[in-house]
């Protein structure tokens, strides 16, 4: 008989022809989510991934909560939306699972060039996540909205409106 974990709640095992996932947020989840953004970026251009981010955060940041929600499905996501500067809006996600809260920045290349992952930081709270959402990245932060899990084909809208503005950018950059 499988044990399931306090965190698996609502995971199910199937066994025979599908993959069982770890129904848990770990680095291997977090690497996995990454690995789609940057397939998903690189698929429509060989720039860096500061060039390729620019603009379309609001997209990938629903994209991201979505892959997490398909391993995830018990996590509270919500997207957090800032004002950096009057020039600057970003948007990241917290996703509170198993008594934390992580801050994941999907478009994290934007302002960390050199950054490694996505995740910037956990903490034990939302209110925690917030105070250091406001000292890494500074400016006004606000929870936005609960992310519910979106169908198919609003998921290709946001691929679609991420490959248009990757591409309307090269071609600005090249003019």
């Known amino acids: 008989m499988l044990k399931k974990h306090p965190e698996d709640e609502g995971c199910f095992f199937v066994i025979p022809r599908k993959a069982?996932?770890?129904?848990?947020?770990?680095?291997?989840?977090?690497?996995?989510?990454?690995?789609?953004?940057?397939?998903?970026?690189?698929?429509?251009?060989?720039?860096?991934?500061?060039?390729?981010?620019?603009?379309?955060?609001?997209?990938?940041?629903?994209?991201?909560?979505?892959?997490?929600?398909?391993?995830?499905?018990?996590a509270r996501i919500y997207?957090?939306?800032?004002?950096?500067?009057?020039?600057?809006?970003?948007?990241?996600?917290?996703?509170?699972?198993?008594?934390?809260?992580?801050?994941?920045?999907?478009?994290?290349?934007?302002?960390?060039?050199?950054?490694?992952?996505i995740l910037m930081t956990t903490k034990h709270t939302m209110p925690?996540?917030?105070?250091?959402?406001q000292k890494l990245y500074h400016g006004i932060w606000r929870i936005s909205e609960r992310m519910e899990k979106s169908g198919f084909e609003r998921r290709h809208e946001w691929e679609r409106r991420v490959e248009i503005k990757v591409d309307e950018a090269m071609h600005d950059m090249a003019s």
């Open 79 to 117: 997207i957090v939306k800032g004002i950096i500067d009057r020039h600057t809006h970003h948007d990241l996600l917290i996703v509170e699972y198993g008594g934390k809260a992580y801050v994941i920045d999907p478009a994290v290349w934007r302002f960390f060039k050199g950054k490694k992952t």
């Open 20 to 74: 069982v996932y770890n129904c848990r947020m770990t680095r291997e989840l977090i690497d996995q989510i990454q690995k789609k953004i940057v397939h998903l970026l690189k698929k429509v251009g060989d720039r860096p991934l500061p060039v390729l981010v620019q603009k379309y955060c609001d997209e990938i940041v629903h994209l991201a909560g979505n892959w997490i929600l398909d391993e995830l499905p018990t």
């Open 128 to 133: 925690e996540a917030l105070i250091e959402i």
